[in-house]
């Protein structure tokens, strides 16, 4: 998973890095944005939990060395399915983190913006 170019932009990168500065995202884009980031985390996570389950194997089964090739992608498409439908309700305490995360990140800047500390 590639980051966003607006999680980027406030690096301070000098010029010629390749990354293009953007805008800062409103509100409801940050927490769409978010809140997508949350439900990636749980699908990676229910991906692994699948895995280490012994679902890797299962599907491989009777497959030989051709299926072996497709059983990360079968199992991230199955990861990916459960953590739409809900999962296992994780994606929201990520989600909650990375909203904290974020605020407190905005109220240092904005203690720096007015030269307050």
Do not use: C
Request: no cysteine; glycine share 12%.
């Amino acid at each position: 998973m590639v980051p966003s170019l607006t999680l980027l932009s406030g690096l301070g990168l000098p010029s010629g890095t390749g990354v293009i500065e953007t805008t800062t995202p409103s509100e409801p884009e940050k927490e769409a944005g978010l809140r997508k980031s949350a439900q990636e985390f749980e699908a990676a996570f229910i991906g692994q939990m699948l895995t280490f389950s012994g679902l890797d194997k299962a599907l491989m089964s009777g497959g030989g060395e051709d299926v072996s090739a497709f059983t990360s992608f079968y199992i991230e498409s199955f990861s990916e399915q459960i953590a739409e439908k809900g999962g296992f309700g994780l994606a929201e305490s990520f989600y909650d983190r990375l909203s904290k995360i974020d605020q407190l990140e905005n109220s240092q800047k904005n203690l720096k913006e007015t030269g307050t500390s």
